[in-house]
């Protein structure tokens, strides 16, 4: 029979099989699946498993340290960290649409990602040969539903190595569905905030800033999103609402009035919407009593903002992220 138990079970024992005495690495990103591939990698293999995280800077409130101290409290993984928020900033400075820095973050998080991996092989030497990855039955499906040798990221060449080494895919979640993934996380003892984690884009606040991205706008758009997330929890809606990008728009300013004078600041935009699968989505209707309390909160403490605005289009014809 079906149970969480047994798809441990069988993974790590499949994962044992696999990999055998080499060792693997896998990058983390804050997200639910890479968390539970690695965990359950880690149950299996050990310490012959490395994990990498990128620190790209573009990260919500507390995100971070999840994985630094939470996650590998949680599981006891060996963790190399990579701090790149300066050469993400550097990066995205100047730029201002949306698929350029899409772009630029995608570039520079696999330079990054590439560097750490050759890094851990000069360590470990060419023993490493295992890439864990978080790929969902979903992901198979829609890629056409190959064996991990047969698409283009399996055999996963890394710029800057001897041609002879090729990382083999390690894939423990090829076929769970989402639902299941956070039950398997659960059983693995993962903290909550990491296991029933909305969704989140790879570039993070990166596309959550109209406008250029800087240091500045990075860490107020950090502090409305944390205010907006904490006030969702304590009314209780994480579970209602799909997800609540939180925008800052840093190349529009309006007038307002504030203490004694009257400012010109910036609106941060709230976009909670309800959804199954994120191909369509509704505007969620919140209560008002709530989204007073997040403007109010907004409002009060955080610098150069002076309103807050709710996204009331469903999707389409709006998308769910603003860029
Ligand atoms: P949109 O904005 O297209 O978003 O309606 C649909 C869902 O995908 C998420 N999203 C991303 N997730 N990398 C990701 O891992 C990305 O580049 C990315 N862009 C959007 C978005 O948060 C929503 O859940």
Redesign the pocket.
Known sequence: TWTTGNIVEEQVAAIREQVGDKRAICGL?G?VDSAVAAALVQKAIGSQLTCVYVDHGLMRKGETEQVEKDFVAATGVQLKVVDAQERFLNALAGVSDPEAK?KII?REFIRVFEQAQLEILQEEGPAVAFLVQGTLYPDVVESGGGTGTANIKSHHNVGGLPDDIEFELVEPLRQLFKDEVRMVGQELGLPDEIVHR??????GLG?RIVGEVTKDRLDLLREADAIARQELTAAGLDREI??C?VVLLADVRSVGVQGDGRTYGHPIVLRPVS?ED??T?DWTRMPYDVLARISTRITNEVPDVNRVVLDCTS?PP??????
Do not use: N
Request: net charge neutral; hydrophobic share 30%.
């Open positions: 990103s997200g899409r995608g909305q969704p989140f884009p790879g570039p596309i799909w997800q990008p959804s994120a191909m989505a999707k709006g998308t769910i992220e603003w860029e």
